[in-house]
């Protein structure tokens, strides 16, 4: 099937969920003046949605991609259910998976270096969308093993929602993933129309009810700073604070640190030092030179 002919499905289900619904459902005044068509009009739903009637009658015809804060909108406004809500999201994550220029983002060669030198705190830096574009290996140590996730999966927001061990581990997950939808939703206001992002949040959309729900309520702020506590199978419970250095306008280094002469400090170093065993069990001539 071609992009033209999902945008086309995607009008179609537009033009039916519209046609379902009545004035008075959606809170609009109704003179009891007879209506050539059932439903909605076009200029109707883009009022409730606070689009402009051209920009919703260009999507029903398939002519652009919604953004995912748009898709959200819309299925508050078309009093979308459930199910329908996660074909809405389908169709529209389908669309953005057509080919396209656009550039891979890559960590930057100087944080990169940074990352090198960091050996006592687990560290990563996020990209766009939230991706994780690099790590040192206590971050791997502390959180998964980044290098076995595919990179167009490898994003922190997907990892907290799909990987059941993150809610094990992550001593207060639901604070944590909330905080990271917020962020994300931040990003989905700056860059409606990234096909990525879109496609990201149609995927989790469908795949987890809690993200659902959180996408579509009210968001907490998105915090650089503060504390996070970890049940690790290794190294035990740790509380270690975390901050987020901005760097540029797309790249975000992510760092979490111990207080010296604290458990968690102890734990963080035991940590440490297990990774670097199971590292040397699977490569011998791991730290050596070469």
């Known amino acids: 099937m071609t992009s033209d002919e999902h945008r086309n499905e995607l009008g179609e289900f537009l033009k039916a969920r519209r046609a379902e619904l009545s004035l008075r459902t959606v809170g609009l005044p109704d003179n009891g003046t007879p209506r050539r068509v059932a439903g909605l009009r076009r200029e109707e739903v883009a009022l409730l949605a606070k689009v402009s009637t051209e920009y919703y009658t260009r999507l029903e015809q398939g002519r652009i991609q919604p953004s995912a804060s748009t898709l959200t909108t819309l299925a508050r406004v078309l009093h979308l259910g459930d199910a329908q809500r996660d074909q809405l999201f389908a169709l529209a994550a389908t669309e953005t998976r057509r080919p396209r220029h656009r550039t891979v983002q890559k960590v930057r060669p100087q944080l990169r270096r940074l990352l090198d030198e960091l050996t006592m705190a687990p560290a990563l830096v996020l990209g766009r ?155 011998p001539d791991a730290g050596k030179p070469r």
């Not at 939230?130 to 996730?149: E, Q, S």
């Not at 939808?181 to 496609?199: G, H, I, N, S, Y």
């Not at 010296?260 to 030092?273: A, H």
């Open 129 to 283: 969308s939230m991706d994780v574009l690099a790590w040192n290996p206590l971050a791997a140590a502390l959180l998964t093993d980044f290098a076995a996730i595919p990179d167009k999966k490898r994003n922190l927001v997907r990892i907290l929602f799909t990987d059941p061990g993150m809610r094990t581990l992550c001593g207060d997950w639901e604070t944590s993933a909330r905080g990271c939808v917020a962020q994300l939703r931040t990003q989905a206001v700056k860059r409606p129309d990234d096909p990525r992002l879109a496609a990201l949040v149609g995927e989790l959309s469908m795949r987890d009810t809690q993200f659902r729900q959180w996408w579509g309520g009210p968001h907490p702020p998105y915090r650089i700073v503060g504390g996070k506590a970890f049940h690790h199978p290794v190294a035990g419970t740790l509380t270690l604070d975390w901050d987020a250095f901005p760097c540029g306008t797309d790249q975000e280094l992510g760092v979490w640190t111990a207080e010296p002469g604290t458990p968690s400090y102890d734990r963080l170093r035991i940590l440490g030092s297990w990774q670097a065993n199971s590292t040397a069990d699977r490569d």
